[in-house]
């Protein structure tokens, strides 16, 4: 079945640690993207990749790093910079080149203790 | 930019009555407009888009929403709602011929009361 694997559904950190999310599409999508849900403020963007080997920050980069080595893969690393890392990560994928139907995974729940 | 408005942060709705999600966007440029579904602990699934032509989109679950651009909005209704239908429900705005970006509201929760 085509879709969008994340991994970890569940992960903790100690507080001070680097710790990588993984993404993995195999829709053909070239673009994908990370965002950050919390309660009451919806999702917000962190970083986006519209082709291999190249990617942008979103609205709250800081704190956070990607790289986009396959199209399949779009891991995020949260970083012992990030001083709010507990959170819900969602990465998603774009149908098309209109960037019309966004497809998405299934989260990861980070949690820092 | 773009930006999105959901003013309900939660909307408590009985069966089988009627219910409608508020969302208005702003933005310089023409827009994709779209309501997406989130269930406890999973990502989001599309409802519905608006890309162009008829200002009426439907769902295959009975939900419908209309973009009328004079007021910037692009509301969400169902005229009988379902236990099934709790849930999160998240408006979100794309700029055409943009860089495919994706601006979300801050969703609403929809709470159906049996």
């Avoid at chain 1, 942008?56 to 790289?67: F, H, L, P, R, T």
């Avoid at chain 2, 769902?59 to 239908?85: M, W, Y």
């Avoid at chain 2, 999160?88 to 705005?93: D, L, P, Q, S, T």
Wanted: proline share 4%; glycine share 8%; aromatic share 12%.
């Amino acid at each position: 079945d085509g879709g969008i694997t994340q991994s970890p559904k569940y992960l903790f950190r100690k507080e001070g640690q680097n710790v990588t999310l993984s993404c993995e599409q195999n829709l053909n999508h070239d673009a994908m993207y990370w965002y950050r849900q919390d309660p009451g403020q919806g999702l917000r963007l962190i970083y986006y990749s519209q082709i291999v080997n190249d990617f942008q920050k979103g609205d709250i980069a800081e704190g956070y790093s990607v790289s986009r080595e396959k199209k399949e893969s779009f891991p995020l690393t949260v970083t012992s910079a990030q001083k709010n890392p507990t959170a819900f990560y969602l990465c998603a994928s774009i149908e098309d080149e209109l960037g019309t139907e966004a497809f998405f995974g299934q989260g990861t729940r980070l949690t820092v203790v | 930019a773009q930006s999105v408005t959901q003013l309900d942060s939660q909307v408590p709705v009985f069966e089988e009555a009627p219910v409608e999600l508020r969302c208005n966007y702003s933005s310089s440029v023409s827009v994709y407009l779209f309501w997406y579904v989130q269930y406890p602990n999973q990502g989001l699934q599309l409802l519905l888009k608006y890309l162009s032509g008829s200002t009426l989109v439907e769902s295959i679950n009975g939900f419908e929403a209309e973009f009328n651009k004079s007021q910037t909005s692009f509301h969400l209704r169902k005229p009988s709602v379902h236990i099934s239908d709790t849930a999160e429900y998240f408006c979100a705005v794309s700029e055409v011929g943009g860089n495919e970006k994706l601006t979300f509201g801050t969703g609403t929760r929809l709470t159906i009361i049996p």
